[in-house]
């Protein structure tokens, strides 16, 4: 299972780091060029998905992903049609900071039955968009607000709730293309509320933030819009590997 894996490598080496890549048609051209990057900066795991894809080519893409690469693949899917046997296991989100149904629970009984029949690994997954300084694509696609990070107490209150509907893993996102991460203070009282991993995506840019993200309790980190935008594998790879060690158990 690939969940179990990847918590038994966290549990032993500390804060994983998995990469993400969308796969829309604005990447084509740059698609063997992220994989490749991808692979050379190692990686414990690949998330593929997006919340903008424009066309139908989703499938397509992700079979020349699982061709090219040999971490295991988890969808981290924007709706229902983002479901594919190319892929290993899959994010079961929950979106729960906003309230809009369709991101509650229509979109998870849609798919449910697919990924049923395909037999995909399924991680539920507790998703809360925290609010930074600019809209996120995110909170565009999906007409919900995100969680103020100033109102502590909400926000956990939020991990609490997603917690105890029996989610496997919490991922705290400030969005692609973001220029902040969480705040650390935030992360860390979550930290010590929670018990399961904590993942958390957006304004990873940096050593630094990593280091910081992963001492304050960051379980799991995301990176995608630095992939895209660097394109060098000597700054990921840097970055992974700054956080082995720490937060382990």
Do not use: W
Not at 80 to 89: D, G, L, M, T, V
Not at 92 to 111: A, D, H, M, T, W
Not at 168 to 189: D, M, R, T, Y
């Amino acid at each position: 299972m690939i969940f179990d894996k990847l918590e038994k490598q966290r549990i032993s080496n500390g804060t994983q780091v998995l990469a993400l890549i969308d796969p829309d048609a604005k990447n084509d051209k740059i698609l063997p060029k992220i994989i490749d990057t991808v692979n050379k900066s190692n990686f414990d795991g690949l998330l593929v998905g997006g919340s903008k894809i424009i066309d139908d080519n989703f499938n397509h893409r992700l079979s020349f992903i699982k061709e090219n690469t040999d971490l295991p693949i988890i969808l981290f899917p924007g709706d229902s049609s983002q479901i594919s046997e190319n892929a290993e296991a899959i994010l079961f989100l929950s979106l729960l900071s906003g309230r809009n149904p369709k991101y509650l629970i229509e979109e998870q009984v849609i798919s449910a039955r697919k990924i049923n029949d395909l037999n995909i690994e399924v991680i539920p997954t507790g998703y809360l968009l925290m609010k930074t300084e600019k809209k996120s694509a995110v909170e565009l696609i999906s007409n919900t607000s995100p969680l103020d990070m100033n109102n502590t107490n909400n926000v956990i209150d939020h991990c609490l709730a997603a917690q105890y509907m029996g989610n496997k893993l919490l991922f705290l996102e400030c969005g692609s293309n973001s220029n902040s991460s969480i705040e650390l203070n935030l992360l860390k009282q979550i930290s010590t509320k929670i018990t399961i991993p904590l993942m958390v995506g957006g304004g990873i840019k940096s050593k630094e933030m990593a280091l910081s993200l992963a001492g304050s309790g960051a379980s799991y980190l995301v990176i995608g819009s630095l992939i895209e935008q660097k394109l060098d594998f000597n700054i990921t790879l840097e970055i992974n590997e700054s956080v082995r060690g720490l937060n382990v158990g």
